[in-house]
């Protein structure tokens, strides 16, 4: 199975701030990446899809990068409401993987 | 509006089974590849197993390989996870999910509120 490895495993980061999360996966998965976010009690939602399109309605500080193995996120100038935590996921042949999860917290 | 909602968590002891439901609205169930996804407490989202439109294709984590069955019924626009032989590192809240399709893409376009799968004696 395909392993997905993110990194870091938690930030702390200002109003403001840019901010990059790294996804790595255990073989080339081409563009098949998505990134969600996830807040306290609640059920994800996609950001990203295909490594780097946006998904409807999310705001454009949110983008995304890469392709084959290693891939990026990136959140162009924090804002109080993305405090979360944020997974990648692979979506290359019949099964699924998600990264451990990107705590971002507030400085 | 697509609805996702989940039956059937509940606390059973360990290699005991349980069947959780996943029932649809708001959509065309049976054009879409569903999920199921789990978070234990406190920690990251696991993808559990995925099922074909037509069910004529279905897979499985690893983890949950020979234990637990996903099947559905698109009569009944239901989603189902079977599980058996459970063990307490299944405890977690359970998500359904749908599966869009975007030119190509995959990806997690809906989710359910969860429910809770506790295995404990």
């Known amino acids: 199975d395909i392993q997905m490895t993110q990194s870091p495993s938690s930030l702390s980061a200002s109003v403001g701030d840019r901010v990059t999360i790294t996804c790595r996966a255990s073989?080339?998965?081409?563009?098949?990446l998505n990134w969600y976010q996830q807040k306290p009690g609640k059920a994800p939602k996609v950001l990203i899809y295909a490594a780097s399109s946006l998904q409807s309605g999310v705001p454009s500080r949110f983008s995304g990068s890469g392709s084959g193995a290693d891939f990026t996120l990136t959140i162009s100038s924090l804002q109080p409401e993305d405090f979360a935590t944020y997974y990648c996921?692979?979506?290359?042949?019949?099964?699924?993987?998600f990264g451990g999860g990107t705590k971002v917290e507030i400085k | 509006e697509v609805q996702l909602v989940e039956s059937g968590g509940g606390l059973v002891q360990p290699g005991g089974s349980l069947r959780l439901s996943c029932a649809a609205s708001g959509f065309t169930f049976s054009s879409y590849w569903m999920q199921w996804v789990r978070q234990a407490p406190g920690k990251g989202l696991v993808w559990v197993s995925r099922i074909k439109s037509d069910e004529s294709t279905a897979s499985y984590a690893d983890s949950v390989k020979g234990r637990f069955t996903i099947s559905r019924d698109n009569a009944k626009d239901t989603l189902y996870l079977q599980m058996n032989s459970l063990r307490a590192e299944d405890t977690a809240v359970y998500y359904c999910?749908?599966?869009?399709?975007?030119?190509?893409?995959?990806?997690?376009?809906?989710w359910g509120q969860g429910t809770l799968v506790t295995v404990s004696s």
């Open positions: 999910a749908r599966e869009g399709y975007s030119s190509g893409w995959y990806e997690i376009d809906s």
């Open positions: 073989q080339s998965i081409s563009s098949y």
């Open positions: 996921q692979q979506s290359y042949g019949t099964t699924r993987t």
